[in-house]
């Protein structure tokens, strides 16, 4: 009977394309499930505003009525505002390993998206750089981190054929966590405190964050605007967002500096690696999975970075270092040994040359975002 293509218009369609890849990724021993309470609240129109302020469509693939594959559209309206784009975005695509499938998914994006008026149509990519994004080029065996794709081979291969080209590299570092690093910026840190009068602020609990958490994410929206794909975070998106994260955290792996006025000039947040309980617990928090994630981020050895800004006026002051010694400090004496970077443009040269300072990284990821002109 062929591929069918069908628009995700109630709760049980919407039910399949968010559990559908975990029947793909079966047997896929890399890839990770999304915490599925989150990716709920994520997908809600309802509760996500991005769904409110953004065209956009969910579309599954059905082979004789069983449903083989997924793919999101969407237009980016802030984004296509602020730089006088009319582009529109692919997220989400997965399939079983069939062409059909995987092009008949593409096609229907394409085609919603020329409706729209889009004129090149990029991805993966959804609403914003927080969601994952890109293809995975190298490093197909390495350990697959929360907010990041884990796609199969063939998808950037066929993305190519189907008229797509590179537009967009990233890649991922993993990095040791040693006490010589502690201890080779221990008394520059200092130094820089006392020279630019500054203050850090270091957390026991994540009730003592809240009242930064506007002034951090005003930082991002005015340090943020040349990473590709980043839209200006509103006060609705921000409170979503936090509600999201912040229950996730430890407090003691955020940190931020405040200048001697107290406004925040530069923070950084990071988080354990649980991937190993949300693998145990199937992405589900009930009835076990809690126990099994809770454990994993207990047991963890690999921390994770989230997010991390400096204001531009403070920058290449030594600030960056005095967030990274603070952070180790806490992750050595909490028994982490490894940090993950996450996903980093491959032209942010300023960030990849601090990383590239540390002793023993290891770029063991890149990834993808294509692009077509429509």
């Known amino acids: 009977m062929g ?12 039910k399949t394309f968010i559990y559908l890849p975990e029947k793909i990724h079966e047997h896929h021993p890399a890839w990770l499930p999304p915490l599925y309470l989150d990716e709920e609240k994520f997908f809600s129109i309802r509760k996500n505003p991005a769904f409110r302020h953004n065209p956009h469509i969910l579309f599954l693939a059905f082979e004789n009525k069983r449903p083989v594959g997924r793919i999101m559209g969407v237009i980016p309206v802030e984004y296509n505002r602020m730089h006088h784009s009319s582009c529109a975005r692919f997220s989400y695509l997965e399939c079983y390993e069939n062409k059909e499938i995987f092009d008949a998914l593409i096609h229907a994006v394409e085609d919603w998206a020329k409706k729209q008026q889009a004129n090149e149509l990029i991805g993966p990519m959804g609403f914003s750089d927080k969601e994952p994004q890109g293809f995975l080029m190298k490093g197909f065996e390495g350990p697959t981190m929360m907010v990041t794709n884990c796609s199969f081979p063939f ?4 993305i190519r054929q189907d008229g797509y080209a590179p537009f967009i590299d990233l890649c991922q570092y993993d990095v040791p966590i040693s006490k010589e690093i502690f201890e080779r910026y221990k008394n520059y840190t200092q130094r820089v405190e006392d020279h630019l009068h500054v203050h850090i602020l270091e957390f026991s609990s994540t009730k003592d964050v809240k009242p930064y958490i506007k002034p951090i994410f005003d930082l991002i929206n005015r340090t943020y605007q040349e990473i590709y794909g980043f839209s200006s975070i509103s006060d609705e998106e921000r409170d979503e967002f936090a509600e999201r994260f912040l229950p996730l955290l430890n407090a003691q792996l955020i940190k931020i500096i405040t200048d001697k006025d107290n406004n925040v000039v530069a923070f950084v947040v990071a988080m354990p690696d649980f991937s190993g309980g949300l693998r145990k617990a199937k992405g589900r ?18 921390l994770v970075l989230l997010l991390g800004s400096i204001e531009p006026a403070m920058q290449n002051k030594g600030l960056d270092a005095i967030l990274a010694t603070r952070l180790f400090a806490s992750a050595i004496r909490l028994g982490f040994k490894t940090v993950d970077s996450h996903i980093i443009m491959r032209d942010n040269h300023k960030m990849r040359a601090e990383i590239e300072r540390l002793q023993g990284y290891n770029m063991y990821k890149e990834y993808s975002i294509f692009r077509k002109s429509l």
């Open 285 to 302: 928090i009930f009835p076990f999975g809690w126990f099994h994630i809770w454990r994993s981020a207990r047991k963890s050895k690999r």
């Open 155 to 158: 998808m950037a291969d066929w």
């Open 3 to 14: 591929i069918s293509i069908r628009e995700v218009k109630d709760h049980e369609d919407l």
